[in-house]
Nanobody, 124 residues
Framework: QIQLVESGGGSVQAGGSLRLSCAAS????????VAWFRQAPGKDREFVAAIGYRGRTTFYDHSVEGRFTIARDNAKNTAYLQLTSLKPEDTAVYYC?????????????????WGQGTQVTVSG
């Protein structure tokens, strides 16, 4: 069964950048839709970005569009989230999630495998 491990989080100042990685345990990574969600203290989990099987389809929440970029390298069984122009309100635990169907890209309830999360902290 697929396992996901996030890495790359850290603490940066506003305007800085980070690249998050999501490493998958399977060699059939191209059969999974991958998404990133985040959850800040006191807030609900929210959609950040998603990418289709081959990387040709992407979705972004309006709050990050133009600043974050989702990508994947199926040969490395890894997905990425490039975060630039970071703001304090981006502070959250970021989670990688996967699913195999095309029911919805943006709703967390359709994703059935989740990583442990990686902390992103942005100071003003």
């Amino acid at each position: 069964q697929i396992q996901l491990v996030e890495s790359g989080g850290g603490s940066v100042q506003a305007g800085g950048s980070l690249r998050l990685s999501c490493a998958a345990s399977v060699r059939t990574f191209s059969t999974y839709v991958v998404a990133w969600f985040r959850q800040a203290p006191g807030k609900d989990r929210e959609f950040v970005a998603a990418i289709g099987y081959r990387g040709r389809t992407t979705f972004y929440d309006h709050s990050v569009e133009g600043r974050f970029t989702i990508a994947r390298d199926n040969a490395k069984n890894t997905a990425y989230l490039q975060l630039t122009s970071l703001k304090p309100e981006d502070t959250a635990v970021y989670y990688c999630a996967t699913k195999t169907d095309l029911s919805s890209y943006t709703e967390s309830r359709y994703y059935n495998r989740w990583g442990q999360g990686t902390q992103v902290t942005v100071s003003g």
